[in-house]
């Protein structure tokens, strides 16, 4: 009797492991590789809830710089990709990597620095301006330098400035957006930050906001389809209903909705 029960005691573990990895690989969520700007600012903990309160879809994120992100969903490791490199999305289509790309919100970016300001750019005219006069100012400047969207921005603002960012005043950190303003903060440097991390940032010590508005300093972000062709194991049909979600006048209300200290950090536009 004693070994008839074992056995059953055995066939009723085994059958409830079974139904376990069974619900387990039910589950329903995606990875989604996304930036670090999104994360931070507190607007997926805004906004995935709603979706999954609606689809019963998970959204499981990865935030890092849009460069890495590009990587992650080349090789097939995120379902979807949410970031904000508009040329990058673009190549990433061109090249048969994804089928689809999207408007999804748009924010700026905006110059930070030190109460003092020892550059002078808050006079500044243009961002080109306030560039050259850090420039030549040789003041110390923190750069994510990390392939990052916002990186990616950066570098291109220096250019069209033309100015040649080198030297040592100009450091290069390989880090977050978060780490970096922890940096430049520490040592009272300029740095550009996208305006939600800016505005979510919890240790500015003597740092600033001293300057924005320029034409130049759009930050648009956006939604892409990863290709099935590419990457059949994926889960396309999830990934695509958090795609559309997005751009749904749900979504958008959503993103609309979300503010941090009673400002709203990112501007839907899909209708766009």
Do not use: C
């Not at 376990?20 to 994360?39: H, N, P, R, V």
């Not at 990587?71 to 979807?80: N, T």
């Amino acid at each position: 009797m004693q070994h008839k029960a074992r056995i059953a005691l055995t066939a009723i573990g085994i059958l409830g492991l079974s139904m376990a990895a069974q619900a387990q690989d039910g589950e329903k969520y995606i990875t989604l590789a996304s930036t670090t700007s999104t994360e931070a600012s507190g607007l997926f903990d805004a906004i995935i809830p709603q979706f999954t309160d609606k689809t019963g879809i998970e959204v499981r994120v990865v935030a890092v710089g849009t460069g890495q992100a590009f990587e992650i969903a080349r090789r097939g490791d995120a379902d979807s990709l949410l970031v904000h490199d508009t040329v990058g999305e673009e190549r990433f289509v061109e090249e048969g990597y994804g089928t689809e790309r999207a408007d999804v919100m748009y924010n700026d970016f905006v110059l930070i620095g030190p109460g003092g300001d020892p550059a002078g750019i808050a006079d500044a005219e243009t961002v080109a301006e306030a560039l050259q006069l850090i420039a030549e100012a040789e003041a110390p400047f923190a750069s994510r330098g990390d392939d990052s969207g916002t990186n990616r921005a950066e570098l291109r603002l220096w250019e069209a400035a033309g100015v040649e960012a080198d030297g040592e005043w100009y450091r290069e950190l390989g880090s977050g957006m978060g780490p970096t303003l922890n940096t430049a903060a520490g040592m009272d440097a300029y740095v550009m930050s996208d305006r939600a991390t800016w505005v979510a940032f919890e240790n500015p010590q003597n740092l600033e906001l001293l300057f924005e508005g320029d034409e130049a300093l759009f930050n648009q972000y956006g939604s892409l389809v990863i290709s099935e062709e590419r990457h059949p194991h994926l889960k396309h049909d999830l990934a695509g209903q958090w795609h559309q979600w997005l751009l749904s006048a749900e979504g958008q209300q959503a993103i609309g909705d979300f503010t941090v200290n009673g400002q709203q950090l990112f501007f839907p536009n899909a209708a766009e």
